[in-house]
């Protein structure tokens, strides 16, 4: 009897050891809920399908990501107050929205800084990635900043107006997504609107805006398709997108769950992250094919003129941030020769 009592002891002391020498990750599931903007048909959404996937296999479906899409958590202007208050884990958000919160990430929506095409957004990854340790993730108080991307490089698509030159743009109303874009259709006589990405179909519906900027894939992403006309590749300028999980739920993880968080934030990663998010794919070009968008040629009188402009303005946002005691002027000769260098690769 006092031989079974010793096994069963030294059994239940045996499985005790072995549960205490489990890490945490194996004995729990993680859930994160990600805050997400875009609808779940945009070309973004397929990065974080990915990673949903990707944190699962590796976690040994311990670690889970709960998307919730359309602006279902939440208006889009508060989505980074979302990750940063605790209401989501994860937040994918736009730094226009926010005007002013952060302003040297701000910069980085300076017109012609990154080149056209697919090719800008790859080279603004590549660019923030660099930049975010020093630059950006301080700006980015109470989460844990994970990464910054671009869309590729905006213009402007019109309901009813070519626009060919800058005189075409006075008194044109159009949905503004940053600060700069806001600054660079005053300068030459546009009325800038401010609104979310989701009410643009319906503005656009009820006429109370002439047209959008924008990139081809936020025609796709957001279903204009009917309701804009022609596109005019004028001001080239990117928005900012980021990706930050709030600081508790990123401490709340056990070690081996928080490194695979910060991997989402690697170079491959956030590379990735540009190709799948603005890179062609089938479903977008067949939906493009069937819109009747027509490509306006810009004047090059008008495309000197814009570039004056942006010129002044970036001056002058760069002038007063550094009033203000931030390094801006440093922070921006670094994002246009990242952007030379990347640009050349």
Excluded: C
């Excluded at 040297?104 to 975010?132: I, R, S």
């Excluded at 070519?162 to 006589?189: E, F, Q």
């Amino acid at each position: 009897m006092l031989v079974r009592s010793s096994l069963a002891l030294a059994g239940s002391l045996a499985a005790l050891a072995m549960l205490a020498a489990t890490p945490a990750a194996a004995q729990k599931t993680y859930t994160l809920k990600l805050a997400n903007f875009t609808p779940k048909p945009a070309s973004t959404s397929r990065w974080f399908e990915a990673k949903k996937k990707e944190l699962a296999e590796k976690s040994g479906g311990k670690l889970k990501l709960e998307i919730f899409y359309g602006a279902s958590m939440g208006p889009m202007p508060r989505h980074y107050d979302l990750a940063r208050k605790g209401v989501a884990d994860l937040s994918f958000f736009q730094h226009g929205t926010t005007p002013g919160r952060f302003p040297l990430t701000e910069l980085t929506h300076a017109p012609y800084l990154f080149p056209a095409g697919f090719k800008g957004a790859l080279v603004g990854a590549k660019v923030a990635h660099d930049l975010n340790p020093e630059y950006f993730a301080p700006e980015h108080k109470g989460t844990r900043q994970i990464w910054v991307v671009f869309n590729r490089p905006s213009g402007v698509y019109d309901s009813a107006k070519p626009i060919r030159t800058v005189a075409d743009l006075k008194g044109r109303r159009y949905r503004a997504p940053t600060p700069t874009d806001v600054a660079m259709m005053k300068s030459l006589g546009a009325l800038p609107i401010g609104l979310p990405a989701p009410l643009m179909a319906e503005s656009l519906q009820k006429k109370t805006i002439d047209g959008v900027v924008t990139d081809a894939l936020g025609v796709f992403a957001f279903k204009l398709g009917g309701l804009v006309k022609y596109y005019s590749n004028m001001f080239v300028s990117v928005i900012s997108f980021g990706l930050a999980i709030n600081e508790k739920a990123y401490n709340n993880l056990p070690a081996d769950y928080r490194k695979l968080v910060d991997g989402l934030g690697s170079k491959a990663n956030v590379e990735q992250m540009a190709t799948m998010g603005w890179a062609d794919f089938p479903v977008y070009l067949d939906y493009m094919k069937k819109q009747n968008i027509e490509t306006v040629s810009l004047d090059k009188a008008a495309d000197a003129e814009m570039r004056a402009a942006s010129d002044r303005i970036m001056a002058a946002k760069i002038a007063g941030l550094e009033k203000k005691g931030l390094p801006a002027k440093k922070a921006f000769a670094r994002m246009k020769e990242l952007s030379a260098k990347y640009s050349g690769m």
